[in-house]
């Protein structure tokens, strides 16, 4: 395979313009950014870790920035900037990339940020029993990690995978002082006692109640606005709105679609939205047994559900349908899979009819062979979200209605879900993953080897797309593979049923200014380029 | 006294032991209790194995459990990564300050309900009152306060935690179904004492009807109140998992709902045992409560 040879430059604006972009809040009424000021944010989830290294809540990802920084950051169209590194190249066979680090930087701990600092990082990630899942998920292909002088190393890797830039930009990229790393008390659980780079410092967490972070008086860059920002735990999404209309609090993320007049009501507040990056939420069919085995069946389920319709009985008219197992926030999504399949409710029974399942029960549902066309979906109640267990009732009364099929939906307990997972006892599996690189999400759930593979596919040709995906260095073709993919899993083999684009919603008084989206992620921005008017 | 602190040690190991096995029942395994949502191949599971000694046998885990667990040593959160007596040690204060806010406000506002409202209309509303607070969710108590005096008015934060003002609105969440069951066990028991003989001869004493049921009523219609302290308790453990999660403060709560969803055992346990070990504390201080109360209790 040809490589380009590739070298990103620094400059200092580029930086800026990495940070600040994505469907930004700022409104007039901020009027130009101010420095000082603190600044209270009620937000959703509390992360359960504030290790970056163990990070797995997309929800988390906006409190990581403010204290910690990767070598490169997203930029908005799918591409990389440099941020604690100068740039990097890729070797012509795509299997070493030496990274350029920036010089005179050091954690808050006094600690100095050089070479031997992130190989100290990647070391510890490759431990025993540290991260494994990031051990073998995203560094999976990596070989080696090696000093080449204090501001330069290469990662060597086993295979070609452009993957390994999104993990250079990812959480678990981040840099933490190895000096704190090994002083800390509880390293997986993080907190105060992890020093980064980053433009504020963590420096008190209350559990169950809230983390407030300082600014950071010796960041490398363009200092901080805010002297210091609190992050409160507020889970339930009345009281997160009532926070923000009373001014408790001057911004908020999670805004359900139950309570967004709330905020449009109001001219003072400010309400924007963002796509996550990742796969979209979908129902995956398992291929492995009866009926999803048929791809009839699984392009009759897809027929006979209006989405639309019930995406908008469920969430008003705030959703995005989705098309594809990827988001259509992602620069791999697949545009012509629109309109191309669902609503058609007639061609859905028609095809039921000829698959063999052309009785009917006593209550309506199809039959063959003495079976009813029953299809279960088991949902693991802490996860979920996004009231996806009532978008689950509603899809179960569409395809009831239109083609007669039963679908089962059961709200269980984490344990029985994974149980239900590992016996095989389910037929369909829904899921949508915030990984940054839509790539990364599809090798875990399409792979013949995948992590989450719970469609049950074992497909050489989905395999090669993927390992072609994860091997090509130049966007368009790579766009291509994925396209290639995507019409694989979606348009030909009806494998799954795309629902909506995960979003997240920041809500706001429009005193706070600078407030946005990460680029890519779609995830709200950390507070680094946040300000409050007076 | 040895004998006491005897059934309290056997009730915490009963305690302990009856949770381990619960746990131990519930569908699926530790080791999927940690994979969770997240990437599930043979070498997460593996090193997540390793890791918490999974290996071993449940009955060595359990005997090394309450070995350790003997030692004061109650091991570490598989969720939370810390040590379970800092996720547990950080989070009793603003629970135990919530409940027995709560309590004190319940059982006081239940005395004053109790003896003010004899009148029959008086009564009549109260008892329609208590009846609505006793079947509604605190949840929605929670929210409806809230609006009010937080969101409109402005007179309460939604949240905070150390302050005194924060700890208003959700101890009077909690305390209002405590006090409108409290009420009516309360009156209830005023009503039989005032039928008692020696009512009659305190009245014929000539003491004001005031004095009758403050002096010696309501030391009669106490005692089901003081038994009732240790249902008193699982409410106002049970309620602080709601209002914590509404207000926004730190607790045992939050811990507790968030480690019984993701099958966090050690966390678990370690409330199971807590709980235990306070509501033997509270039943014994009952007891004596109610040696201080009825004389006719000490001549035994």
Known sequence: ????????????????????????????????????????????????????????????????????????????????LPWLANGYQVSPDGLVYTVKLRSGVSFSDGTPFDAAAVKANIDLLLSDGYAPTVAAVQLKNLKSVDIVDPSTVTYTLKQPDVLILDFLSSPQGAVVSPASLKAAKNLKAGGPELAGTGPFILDRYTPGQEIHYKKNPAYRGKPARLDEVTYRFLKESSVRVGALTSGQVQVIEGVPATDQARITGNPALTLSRGLNSGSAYSYYFNVTHAPFDDIRVRQAFRDALDVDTVLKGVYRGTATRAWSVIGPASPLYDKSLEGTYGTNPGRANATLDAAGWNARDAQGFRVKDGKRLTVRLVQSSPFVRDRRDILAQAVQAAVKQSAGIDLQVSVVDQGTATKALEDNQYEVFDNSRADTDAGAALNLLLSSSGAINRLGIQDKAIDGLLDKGQAEGDPAARAGVYRDLQQKVVAEQALIQPLY??????????????????????VPASAYTVWLSK | MLRRLATGLVVLWAAATAAYLALLAAPGTTVDAIVGEGADTPLIRAQIISEWHLDRPAVVQYLDYLWRAGQGDLGRSYLLQRPVSEVIGSQLRPT??????????????????????????????????????????????????????????????????????????????????????????????????????????????????????????????????????????????????????????????????????SEDLPVVLAVVVFSAFVYVAINTLADLACLVIDPRLRRS
């Open chain 2, 96 to 261: 135990l300050t919530l409940a027995a806010v709560a309590g004190l406000l319940g059982v006081v506002l239940a005395l004053i309900l109790a003896i003010t409202t004899r009148r029959p209309w008086a009564r009549r509303v109260s008892s329609t009152a208590e009846l609505v607070l006793v079947s509604t969710p605190s949840f929605l108590i929670g929210i409806v306060l809230l609006s009010i005096f937080s969101f409109r008015l402005g007179w309460f934060p939604v949240s905070g935690g150390q302050g005194v003002a924060a700890l208003v609105l959700p101890a009077v969440t909690l305390a209002l179904p405590v006090a409108a069951l409290l009420t009516q066990v309360l009156r209830d028991g005023l009503d039989r004492a005032l039928d008692e003989p020696f009512v009659v001869t305190a009245r014929a004493r000539g003491l004001g009807e005031r004095a009758v049921l403050v002096r010696h009523a309501v030391r009669h219609a106490l005692l089901p109140v003081i038994t009732l302290t240790g249902w008193l308790f699982g409410v106002l453990l049970g309620g602080a998992v709601i209002i914590e999660t509404v207000f926004g403060r730190p607790g045992l709560g939050q811990v507790t709902l968030q480690a019984v969803t």
């Open chain 1, 1 to 80: 395979m040809r490589r380009r040879f590739l070298l990103i430059a620094t400059v200092a604006t580029a930086l800026l313009a990495g940070c600040s972009g994505g469907g930004g809040t700022d409104s007039a009424a901020a009027g130009s950014p101010v420095s000082g000021g603190a600044l209270t944010w009620g937000i959703e989830t509390e992360p359960i870790t504030l290790n970056p290294h163990q990070y797995a809540q997309a929800k988390a990802r906006l409190l990581t920035w403010n204290n910690f920084e990767a070598l490169l950051t997203h930029d908005d169209k799918g591409g990389y």
């Open chain 1, 501 to 522: 684009a995960p979003a997240d919603q920041i809500a706001a008084n429009k005193k706070a200014g600078g407030l946005g989206f990460e680029p890519t992620a779609g």
